[in-house]
């Protein structure tokens, strides 16, 4: 089991930006995959974006394709989402997720270790 813990949420202008910061102890995240999660007031959880630690291969969904990056640090074991171009609409806490082989990537029900959530809030 890997503990992880969310930074860099906060208040922002629409059109700004911000870094989220997923560390995690415990257990390296070599090898494992970590999402970046977002659930807004009366809406259900979504996936925003993944990485693969071991190749780097990422995943965006299309609300967020071109405006956020996801990266990886195995020497900090740490992982980042920055996130610009900012809209009210990227409104939500955003959780970090992890697990060694999801079987549906964007499914936050296959990832077994999460963070408490960090909130964004975009203003318009």
């Known amino acids: 089991q890997v503990q992880l813990v969310e930074s860099g949420g906060g208040l922002v202008q629409a059109g700004g930006s911000l870094r989220l910061s997923c560390a995690a102890s415990?257990?390296?995240?070599?090898?494992?995959?970590v999402g970046w999660f977002r659930q807004a007031p009366g809406k259900e959880r979504e996936s925003v974006a993944v990485?693969?630690?071991?190749?780097?291969?990422?995943y965006y969904s299309n609300s967020v394709k071109g405006r956020f990056t996801i990266s990886g640090d195995n020497a900090k074991n740490t992982v980042y989402l920055q996130m610009n171009s900012l809209k009210p609409e990227d409104t939500a806490v955003y959780y970090c997720?992890?697990?060694?082989?999801?079987?549906?990537?964007?499914?936050?029900?296959?990832?077994?270790?999460w963070g408490q959530g960090t909130q964004v809030t975009v203003s318009s």
């Open positions: 415990g257990r390296t995240f070599s090898g494992y995959y």
């Open positions: 990485i693969n630690m071991s190749g780097g291969w990422t």
């Open positions: 997720a992890a697990d060694t082989f999801p079987r549906n990537y964007v499914n936050g029900n296959d990832y077994g270790d």
